[in-house]
């Protein structure tokens, strides 16, 4: 049984979806030149009109991929073929309703959210020292609440592997990433979860936190800043010494008491290592 002729029935052509998924119809009439029960093998050709084989991309939209030929006899010669075309537009959510799409070519999902949390301060927004007028730091340190802005991106990945967590999470970004200047941006919970497909990928969630409006500036935003004071001093000759009434005292940058009316000193200390995420590809 050979075919004759292929023609594309444009009055059979049908269109329906949305933003979730888009699905599109193709009809085809493929005459053969003796009776036969419609077994073909695709992709079957004639006339200039292919009629594809499964997982072919639509020759107007390369997203929508061909599903499955049906097959229905108008006669001993004549054959009416229809083939499915599905899309996603969802990106991780379409696997099941289109097992030929392309996992990898989705785009990411973006999303903000918020995360609440209670600091401990000793240095306040207009970089005031948090001490009480005799000069001593006040105890228990005051706290604020702050509401970081989150960013969650969530993308498919053909692979994924833990030394990413290992490298990445619980660092501070080192370049502007979304527009945030370097030191603001930390990487929070990575999360990977391996999809079984027709070809298996993985899911992949990167929570990164942005702590905003500090008073030492971007490049301290997640630095430990607190007030250089303590029980024990140094005396001229360099011997720790502890103050008589056993209160924690501001201390001068040698160690020594600080001297009255001077500016209450604060130290820094580095809690979370810096890396590039460049690596990544996160930035839009």
């Known amino acids: 049984m050979s075919v004759v002729s292929i023609t594309e029935s444009w009055s059979g052509i049908t269109w329906s979806g949305d933003s979730n998924q888009r699905t599109t119809v193709r009809v085809f009439l493929v005459e053969t030149d003796t009776a036969g029960r419609g077994v073909f093998t695709f992709p079957i050709s004639s006339g200039g009109v292919t009629v594809p084989k499964e997982g072919t991309d639509h020759p107007d939209i390369s997203q929508f991929k061909s599903g499955v030929p049906t097959i229905t006899a108008q006669g001993p010669t004549l054959f009416e073929i229809r083939i499915g075309y599905s899309a996603a537009g969802i990106a991780g959510g379409y696997e099941a309703e289109n097992p030929h ?60 592997s833990p030394q990413t967590k290992l490298n990445y999470q619980d660092t501070v970004c080192n370049h502007v990433f979304w527009g945030a200047e370097a030191g603001r941006p930390r990487m929070g919970q990575i999360r990977a979860r391996k999809v079984q497909a027709k070809t298996a990928y993985w899911r992949v969630g990167y929570r990164v936190v942005f702590r905003m409006k500090t008073t030492h500036g971007a490049a301290n935003a997640w630095k430990r800043v607190i007030l250089h004071q303590g029980h024990i001093y140094l005396d001229r000759n360099g011997v720790q010494r502890r103050f008589a009434d056993g209160a924690v005292k501001p201390l001068a940058e040698d ?5 009255p009316g001077k500016k209450v000193l604060t130290q820094t200390f580095v809690e979370f290592e810096e890396a590039s995420w460049a690596p990544l590809g996160l930035n839009p």
């Open 101 to 160: 799409a392309d996992p990898l070519s989705q785009p990411a999902d973006v999303s903000w959210e918020d995360e609440q949390e209670l600091i401990p301060y000793d240095v306040d927004l207009a970089g005031n020292a948090t001490i009480t007028l005799a000069g001593e730091p006040i105890d228990p340190p005051l706290t604020r609440p702050v509401s970081d802005p989150v960013l969650v991106i969530e993308r498919n990945e053909a692979a994924f």
């Open 255 to 259: 160690g020594k008491p600080l001297a």
